[in-house]
């Protein structure tokens, strides 16, 4: 079955970049979406076809996807952007998959 | 505005049949393109996807689950049901239903509802 790998953990300082890797086989060639999950709440899309940010996502939020790693960018960090976030692509059998997850802590 | 509640039972019994109803308002299921998936999240753990349903009442499962699952959709109600056969205490999660417009993304979700299986 198809599995994607992240992080457990990314801690960035207020102000600075932090980068979220999503790995997984021939990744680049699926189209990677990006969800956010505070304690207690409901997942929030915030990255959806490699690149691309719903409305009322900010611009802070980046996205990229190439070979075998998508990649979620939150420049300028704030402390509201500490939560969890995931990964997500379509294997094509139908399969929805999601990332292991990543922790990001704003120290 | 669009939005999705999930509704069901808090405690299931180890065998028994799960049914959830998630009912949203701000779309039509019926519109072209439209699609509505289940979702779950057992506690500390990652998200994971558990079945689709489309405007034209096509219906997708996880390739894991998918002996356990039916999904079903009453348009006119607004409203999308996802039965599991044989609950076992590792399905204890978070159920959640999700929108998905014109891409494979969930980019609106309902609140979640949480699910213990226990005896």
């Known amino acids: 079955s198809y599995e994607l790998t992240q992080p457990p953990s990314v801690s960035v300082s207020p102000g600075q970049t932090a980068s979220i890797t999503c790995s997984g086989h021939?990744?680049?060639?699926?189209?990677a979406s990006w969800y956010q999950q505070k304690p207690g709440q409901s997942p929030v899309l915030v990255i959806y076809?490699?690149?691309k940010r719903p409305s009322g996502i900010p611009e802070r939020f980046s996205g990229s996807n190439s070979g075998s790693t998508a990649t979620l960018t939150i420049s300028g960090t704030q402390a509201m952007d500490e939560a969890d976030y995931y990964c997500?692509?379509?294997?094509?059998?139908?399969?929805?998959?999601f990332g292991t997850g990543t922790r990001v802590t704003v120290l | 505005q669009v939005t999705l509640k999930e509704s069901g039972p808090a405690l299931v019994k180890p065998t028994q049949t799960l049914t959830l109803t998630c009912t949203f308002s701000?779309?039509?299921?019926?519109?072209?393109?439209?699609?509505v998936s289940w979702l779950r999240q057992p506690p500390g753990k990652a998200l994971e996807w558990l079945a689709r349903?489309?405007?034209?009442?096509?219906?997708f499962y996880s390739t894991s689950l998918k002996t356990r699952l039916t999904i079903s959709k009453d348009t006119s109600k607004n409203q999308v049901v996802l039965t599991m056969i044989n609950m076992d205490p590792v399905d204890t999660a978070t159920y959640y239903c999700?929108?998905?417009?014109?891409?494979?993304?969930?980019?609106?979700w309902g609140q979640g509802t949480m699910v213990t299986v226990s005896s």
């Open positions: 076809q490699d690149y």
């Open positions: 021939k990744l680049g060639d699926k189209d």
């Open positions: 701000g779309f039509s299921l019926s519109t072209s393109k439209m699609r």
């Open positions: 999700a929108r998905m417009a014109s891409s494979d993304a969930f980019d609106i």
């Open positions: 349903i489309d405007w034209d009442d096509d219906k």
């Open positions: 997500q692509a379509w294997d094509g059998t139908p399969n929805y998959v």
